[in-house]
């Protein structure tokens, strides 16, 4: 359903009669007792309201925001970057404490924006709400906080909005786990011509060392129909390129009551007419099918780039760390890989310090490294989760140990992707032209099939095209380029 749909119900929406039962329903009746609400103050304020909503973590958290700001909008408020709005929402992450530790940091500050501004409404969301320990001290020490949700209620936000726009305490509503999906909930794109589209939601992976699980719940996949509906409105809508999202995309629809694969469904997203590029974030190297390499290796649309995470590259730690795959699999599928679809690039996750990681383990990683020559990798130093099994294993290695080889590989992966990045110099490439230059007014951004990116002069109005660029020069990660 489109906003200007779902405005269009709101519209007509009797606010003084009971709210329904069924979601998105009674959604939709909250969503419209909070435009009265926002009306109210604005007309009070002499403005309108302001908010702001600050996002961590990754993709998910992302697409999440997105659906907030997409309520905002329709009740009324006027979104802003700045952090001091009438309304503060922080969407937060807590996959390695200094996420956790970012959060607080900012509350510190409201704290004392909120004393000169005592309307000021500020609201936590995210994965960190759904740990315990950290409700216990938002309530001991954060009690300006006026609203706590956590990652399964999201849908509620409107409704649990209204709960505190007409209560002055706390309000706070975390659920531990759900089998509730809610289709066709309002939502704002950060971009007109890319979108992160949501496939599944939660992961039953529980790698020992990961918190996601625990904060997002058992994994639950989207209706396919839902899937292709809500992108062919994208499409509709401008959009030329969509990101599938799940924490595992490989187990995509397993337990639908019609079961399908994600292989199968990629098949059907590539046949919607004017999409032109497809992604996906993230595939479990555990069990990424030959079905998915045959469906890579015929598309036209699905992007030449790959990230598989390996997360190690010794098989005595991956099996610590209940990744179910040996170093040895985890090459011979990239060979597969490699092999079915030429000049693929491959991109990784890797994890140092992981606990009880000797100097042979890391040279294991570094092996992996050189071996399958990633185009690039993210680099993580291990980060104690309360909670998840190796947070209780002893031999959690010392700062300066991590540090030294972190710098190691960090120096590994970058040469190795340099030269990569080298080898297309000169190459005529598609890209989609993303938007201007943040430094130089006069250069346009594309985005490769492979992920990376190229800076060219061109006009503005090419912004959310696919255009053929030449890549003049590498700069090491990205390059400089021309219109063709
Ligand atoms: N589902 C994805 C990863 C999601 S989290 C997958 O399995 O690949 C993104 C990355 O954060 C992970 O790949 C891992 O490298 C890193 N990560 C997860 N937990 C971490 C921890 N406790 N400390 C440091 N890095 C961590
Ligand atoms: Fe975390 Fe592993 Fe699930 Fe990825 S697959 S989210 S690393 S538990
Ligand atoms: Fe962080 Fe939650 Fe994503 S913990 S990485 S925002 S799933």
């Not at 909120?114 to 759904?130: D, E, F």
């Not at 509906?229 to 490989?250: F, P, R, S, T």
């Not at 990633?374 to 290695?397: C, H, L, V, W």
Request: charged share 30%; aromatic share 8%.
């Amino acid at each position: 359903m489109t906003t200007r749909e779902i405005e269009q119900i709101i519209d007509e929406i009797d606010i003084n009669g009971q709210p329904p039962a069924k979601e998105p329903e009674r959604q939709y009746y909250y969503m419209a007792k909070c435009r009265q609400q926002v009306e109210k103050e604005s007309e009070k304020l002499g403005r309108t309201l302001t908010a702001s909503v600050n996002t961590f973590g990754c993709q998910m958290n992302a697409r999440d925001s997105e659906k907030i700001v997409g309520i905002l909008e329709i009740i009324g408020y006027k979104i802003i970057e700045e952090e001091d709005a009438d309304f503060v929402i922080y969407n937060t992450c807590t996959v390695r404490e200094n996420a956790n530790l970012k959060v607080y940091g900012h509350l510190g500050y409201l704290k004392k924006v909120k004393k000169k501004k005592p309307h000021m409404r500020i609201a936590l969301c995210g994965c960190m709400m759904q740990e315990d320990v950290v409700i216990e001290k938002l309530q001991k020490s954060y009690n300006f906080v006026n609203l706590i949700f956590g990652t399964h209620n999201i849908f509620k936000f409107a409704e649990l909005l209204y709960t505190c726009m007409i209560s002055d305490r706390m309000v706070l509503d975390i659920w531990k786990d759900t089998n509730q999906i809610v289709e066709d909930l309002p939502s704002e794109r950060k971009y007109t011509f890319k979108a992160g589209v949501n496939i599944m939601f939660g992961c039953n992976n529980f790698c020992s060392y990961c918190i996601v699980p625990y904060v997002r719940g058992r994994e639950r996949s989207r209706n396919p129909k839902d899937i292709i509906k809500e992108i062919e409105a994208l499409v509709a809508d401008g959009v030329v390129e969509v990101m599938l999202l799940g924490q595992n995309v490989n187990s995509y629809g397993k337990n639908l009551e019609n079961p399908i694969s994600f292989a199968e469904l990629l098949q059907e997203i590539e046949k919607i007419e004017g999409l032109k590029r497809i992604r996906f974030m993230t595939p479990h190297p555990k069990d990424l099918s030959m079905e998915l390499i045959e469906v890579m290796k015929n598309s036209k649309k699905i992007c030449n780039h790959l990230h598989l995470p390996v997360q190690a590259g010794s098989s005595r730690l991956l099996k610590i760390m209940n990744r179910k795959y040996t170093k040895e699999q985890y090459l011979e599928l990239v060979d597969k890989i490699k092999e079915s679809i030429p000049g693929i690039s491959l991109t990784t996750d890797i994890m140092l310090g992981f606990p009880g990681e000797t100097e042979e383990d890391f040279e294991e990683t570094l092996d992996v490294v050189r071996k399958v020559r990633y185009d690039s990798a993210y680099t993580f130093i291990y980060s104690k989760r309360t909670g998840t099994p190796a947070a209780q294993m002893e031999n959690q290695i010392p700062e300066n140990v991590v540090k030294e080889r972190f710098n190691r590989l960090l120096k590994e992966v970058q040469a190795i992707s340099a030269e990569l990045t080298k080898e297309d110099e000169g190459t005529v490439q598609e890209v989609l032209v993303e938007g201007i230059n943040e430094h130089d007014a006069e250069l346009l951004t594309g985005r490769l099939s492979n992920n990376l990116l190229v800076h060219f002069r061109g006009e503005k109005n090419l912004v959310g095209e696919l255009a053929m660029v030449r890549l003049t020069e590498c700069k090491g990660f990205y390059y400089m380029g021309e219109l063709i």
